[in-house]
């Protein structure tokens, strides 16, 4: 749960998606459920030289299972919050 | 349950009873990441949880690609740094976590 906790903090910021296919995906993290599926809007492709087939693309949902990373905006991270979230979430797992 | 048997561990042995404590011992350290796919990451280690899903601060990640020469079938070992200020990893491509080493 912390994590998708976490992620629907980040609701309305821009964020790049990089699934296990090397697609890199940027866009405005519009909504995340408990699997940490995806919706983002505004959405392009970071190479679209490389993948042309997703120019029309201006809104998706990707499935959690396929992200590799999520690059976030820093300044919108509490990094003591997510730490002390981390450790009393690893005591409760006990 | 992990109350159980805890009296038989030494004291300084409780800190490290099961795999996930030394990630937990981690947190706010710089750790050593490999992935699958030839990536590697180090960064900093700002959360965790039981499916090593972890979001990680100013990431260098490590790509290696290997080409092959098609005359000579030569391997080329080629590597590609990339730069991340704060990075969700997703924990199913993780092979494993490193902590820091200490001097």
Redesign the interface.
Known sequence: MLFYSFFKTLVGKQVTVELKNDLEIRGTLVSVDQFLNIKLDDVHVVDEQKYPHMMSVKNCFVRGSVVRYVSLPAQHVDTALLQDAARREAQAGR | ??EVGTAAIPPEARETT?P??LV?LS??ERVYVK?R?DRELSG?L?????HM?M?L?DVEEIITVVDVNEQTYEEIVQTVKKQ???????G??VILVSPPTRS
């Open positions: 349950m992990a099961e996930l404590d937990r947190l706010d992935m796919g900093r700002h959360a965790y949880d039981q899903n979001v601060g991340h200020e704060m990075l969700f990893v997703r199913d491509s």
